[in-house]
């Protein structure tokens, strides 16, 4: 089934379009690598010429330890993302995490996105909804792909049809996900489109004690599985130095092994949509 088009500043996604790439490091460490990284994910994309959205959160507030670095906060993040859209060009989106934050967020984000943990909030996503922002709902690790109908009748329930579905795998017993590529179809059927949530699906909640852990090495797997699936978008944190991220490093992929990657899947995208 073909899905409805998210038009997002000349970018489309959805209805068979060639997939799109949302990355960026997991949090906002500072704004110097920041820019950087987002300047060399830019010289990839380009080179290959794959549509991009840059991704990073300006406040983790779920990590696994009270002690873990969070991000600069709401403020000063949202005044680098605002950096990295005017200097680059580049649509951003990052995450909300309660209703106060939304209308700061919305005058600087292209995206909202609702985090998995918040994905059943109703407030949360009618405030979201009601900005008229593009809104990505990563679906729980606790739910089935069908659950993501009600979350979709919230945000429809404020007449906004500028929704993003995010598969980012599904709780398998302890500290560890695992991602149904059924889902992508079962979620499709609802009439958007389907953003897979590559370095997510291979997070270890919770795996390394006080730290989330992670297993990289399956990035390049399951992006490949999941554009052979006809995925619209993949959402893939990276970073310059995963080992030294201040955030879920065990689940990134280094930039320097983001466009031999992405050459593949572009290659993919092409035999699965001829586009």
């Known amino acids: 089934?073909?899905?409805?088009?998210?038009?997002?500043?000349?970018?489309?996604?959805g209805g068979g379009q060639p997939f799109v790439l949302i990355a960026g490091p997991c949090v906002i460490e500072d704004r110097k690598s920041t820019i950087k990284m987002a300047?060399?994910?830019?010289?990839?994309v380009k080179r290959i010429n794959v549509p991009f959205i840059f991704k990073a959160s300006y406040d983790k507030a779920n990590r696994t330890s009270v002690d873990s670095f969070r991000g600069?906060?709401?403020?000063?993040?949202?005044?680098?993302?605002r950096e990295v859209k005017e200097r680059f060009g580049v649509a951003v989106i990052s995450d909300v995490h309660d209703i106060t934050q939304i209308d700061a967020a919305a005058r600087v984000l292209d995206i909202i996105q609702?985090?998995?943990?918040?994905?059943?909030?109703?407030d949360l996503l009618v405030a979201a909804a009601q900005t008229g922002k593009v809104i990505s709902v990563?679906?729980?690790?606790?739910?089935?792909?069908?659950?993501?109908?009600?979350?979709?009748?919230?945000?429809?329930?404020?007449?906004?049809r500028k929704i993003?579905?995010?598969?980012?795998?599904?709780?398998?017993?302890?500290?560890?996900?695992?991602?149904?590529?059924?889902?992508?179809?079962?979620?499709?059927?609802?009439?958007?489109?389907?953003?897979?949530?590559?370095?997510?699906s291979v997070q270890q909640p919770g795996g390394l004690g006080d730290k989330t852990g992670g297993r990289s090495e399956f990035i390049p797997l399951l992006a490949r599985c999941g554009v052979?699936?006809?995925?619209d978008a993949v959402f893939m944190e990276t970073h310059t130095d995963p080992r030294k991220s201040l955030s879920d490093g065990p689940n990134m992929l280094p930039i320097a092994k983001l466009e031999p990657l992405l050459k593949t899947m572009v290659k993919i995208d092409f035999l699965m949509k001829g586009k």
């Open 1 to 13: 089934m073909k899905t409805r088009v998210i038009n997002i500043n000349g970018i489309k996604i």
């Open 39 to 44: 300047a060399d994910i830019i010289r990839i």
């Open 72 to 81: 600069p906060g709401i403020q000063a993040g949202l005044e680098i993302l």
């Open 114 to 122: 609702i985090p998995a943990f918040l994905c059943r909030q109703t």
């Open 138 to 160: 990563k679906k729980g690790q606790f739910l089935a792909p069908w659950d993501m109908r009600s979350l979709v009748k919230k945000i429809e329930s404020t007449g906004n």
């Open 164 to 200: 993003l579905l995010t598969e980012r795998g599904v709780s398998f017993g302890y500290n560890n996900l695992v991602t149904d590529f059924t889902a992508f179809q079962i979620m499709r059927d609802l009439g958007y489109p389907v953003v897979y949530d590559v370095t997510h």
């Open 228 to 231: 052979a699936a006809g995925i």
